[in-house]
């Protein structure tokens, strides 16, 4: 059997052998972020120093989880601040290390203003963020709050630089400061339970079940690209679900692939969680 070019590791500490970028490059979407992760890397193993990226997005950290899976030398984690954190840091470091999520630093922080009647938006929130010269990169989850405001997760070594720059949300002047996590606002997302039978695991007969919609519906969500499954765009209708994949649509939720059973009748019985 050929050995699997992704299992060179470990190898002696003192080699400063570089990681094979262009072969573990191959099959990502994202060549830019994951590029700079396997520079990170590199650092890591080089200098026996914990190292920590900017956030990274839902679809740029599936990809890393998957590709730092297949390397033995070193180690990676992400955190975003709170379990269902959908941009999140990660930290790399050498296997030999010890590493946990305290080692990724967070800031959380307060936005505050009365929205009553200027109503401001996820999108209103990050356009003043980035407004004030910040990068997306160094801004993790916002959530908004209604008339209160928004929190905002993000890296702390540019909070000081916030706390003066964001004054104004939309015509809202408001007051922005660092706040303890315990003041973190998150709600549990609603859910909702369900089973299905389909003649198939395709994504348009399972999905358009899950979200309640037609199947034609469906298909031209997933036609136009507005279908992601794992957090990657799919854009053929027959892609094969399994168990523990998630399909997202934007502003209609999530739907959780749960328990696969085939009945006496040769169809699939699948349980499915929506996520509101």
């Known amino acids: 059997m050929e050995d699997d070019p992704f299992s060179l590791y470990p190898y002696p500490a003192c080699c400063d052998r570089m990681l ?9 979407d994202h060549k830019d972020a994951l590029t700079r992760l396997l520079d990170q890397a590199d650092q890591a193993i ?9 956030f990274l997005s839902p679809p740029e ?14 180690q990676f984690i992400a955190s975003g601040g709170y379990p269902q954190a959908e941009r999140q840091r990660g930290a790399i470091a050498r296997a030999e290390l010890p590493l946990d999520p305290s080692q990724i630093p967070l800031t959380l922080v307060d936005i505050a203003g009365n929205f009553l009647f200027d109503t ?3 999108r209103d929130f990050l356009g003043a963020l980035l ?8 801004v993790g989850d916002i959530i908004v709050l209604g008339e209160r405001g928004a929190q905002a997760i993000m890296v702390p070594e540019l909070v000081d630089f916030l706390t003066l720059s964001l004054t104004q949300v939309r015509s809202v002047p408001v007051k922005t400061r660092p706040i303890d996590w315990q003041e973190l606002r998150v709600r549990e997302p609603k859910k909702k339970e369900l089973t299905t039978v389909e003649a ?11 979200f309640g919609m037609s199947r034609s519906k469906m298909v031209d969500l997933i036609s136009a690209g507005d279908v992601r499954v794992n957090w990657k765009s799919i854009d ?8 523990g994949d998630l399909v997202a649509i934007r502003g209609k939720g999530r ?4 328990e696969v059973v085939v009945t006496k009748k040769q169809r699939y019985r699948v349980n499915l969680t929506r996520y509101l």
């Open 131 to 138: 407004g004030t010269g910040l990068v997306r990169e160094k």
């Open 46 to 54: 080089r200098t026996w120093e914990v190292v920590v990226t900017d």
């Open 61 to 74: 950290l599936v990809e890393a989880q998957s590709l730092f899976q297949r390397l033995t030398e070193v």
């Open 255 to 258: 739907l959780e692939i749960g």
């Open 120 to 122: 401001a938006t996820h």
């Open 20 to 28: 094979p970028k262009a072969d573990l490059l191959k099959a990502v």
């Open 200 to 210: 198939s695991l395709r994504l348009d007969a399972v999905a358009s079940a899950g």
């Open 236 to 243: 053929q209708s027959s892609h094969t679900l399994h168990s």
